[in-house]
């Protein structure tokens, strides 16, 4: 079946520690998308790819870093700089650019720092 | 002013009862819409999307869009306590912005037995 698998669902991150968070897509889709959602709050948007080995910065990329080497892989590493880490991070896909259509989400990688 | 508004909630109503969700929008060229649930801790998944003015209907799900009045609405008919969940208002704006969405913050809902 195809979908975007999210690794790992729970990471947790001490102080001074970057860690990567996995996002794989057997959709064929071109664009890639990281938010992150804290308790209560929408979607914000880190980073965005619309095609291999290109990428752009969203709202909050500050202390967040990405790649986008292989169509069907856009990780996120969470570094250092990020100060206040602790939230959901969700990976979505879209097929391309036409305003008909959505995002298809992974199911997310909750990460905590300790 | 955010460009995606929803009313936060909750909204609670009454099982069997009709839900009725809103969201308005800023620009004014905006060209799709979407309607997405999320469930508490899970990842939000699609609903409904609607591209032109009217009504559009998917089982108990109806989603409407004015866009001369700048909203965009979903009805839930014949509410369930499993249609209790945070419902995400997002826009396609076209044009260079088309890669990407613009969300509202969500309205959670409360079916109440």
């Known amino acids: 079946d195809g979908g975007i698998t999210q690794s790992p669902k729970y990471l947790f991150r001490k102080e001074g520690q970057n860690v990567t968070l996995s996002c794989e897509q057997n959709?064929?889709?071109?664009?890639m998308y990281w938010y992150r959602q804290d308790p209560g709050q929408g979607l914000r948007l880190i980073y965005y790819?619309?095609?291999?080995?290109?990428?752009q910065k969203g709202d909050i990329a500050e202390g967040y870093s990405v790649s986008r080497e292989k169509k069907e892989s856009f990780p996120l590493t969470v570094t250092s700089a990020q100060k206040n880490p602790t939230a959901f991070y969700l990976c979505?896909?879209?097929?391309?650019?036409?305003?008909?259509?959505?995002?298809?989400f992974g199911s997310g990688t909750r990460l905590t720092v300790v | 002013q955010k460009e995606v508004e929803q009313n936060s909630g909750p909204l609670s109503v009454p099982e069997g009862a009709i839900a009725s969700l809103n969201c308005t929008y800023s620009?004014?060229?905006?060209?799709?819409f979407f309607w997405y649930r999320q469930y508490s801790g899970k990842s939000p998944e699609l609903i409904m999307s609607?591209?032109s003015n009217g009504d559009k209907e998917d089982g108990r799900f109806t989603a409407q869009l004015n866009k001369a009045s700048q909203y965009v609405s979903l009805l839930i008919r014949d509410s369930q306590p499993s249609d209790s969940a945070t419902y995400l208002c997002?826009?396609?704006?076209?044009?260079?912005?088309?890669?990407?969405?613009?969300w509202g913050a969500g309205t959670k809902l409360i079916i109440k037995p």
């Open positions: 979505a896909s879209s097929i391309g650019p036409g305003i008909q259509y959505g995002y298809t």
């Open positions: 959709l064929n889709h071109d664009a």
């Open positions: 790819s619309q095609i291999v080995n290109d990428f």
């Open positions: 620009d004014r060229g905006s060209q799709s």
């Open positions: 609607i591209y």
């Open positions: 997002a826009i396609n704006r076209g044009g260079d912005s088309n890669y990407q969405l613009i």
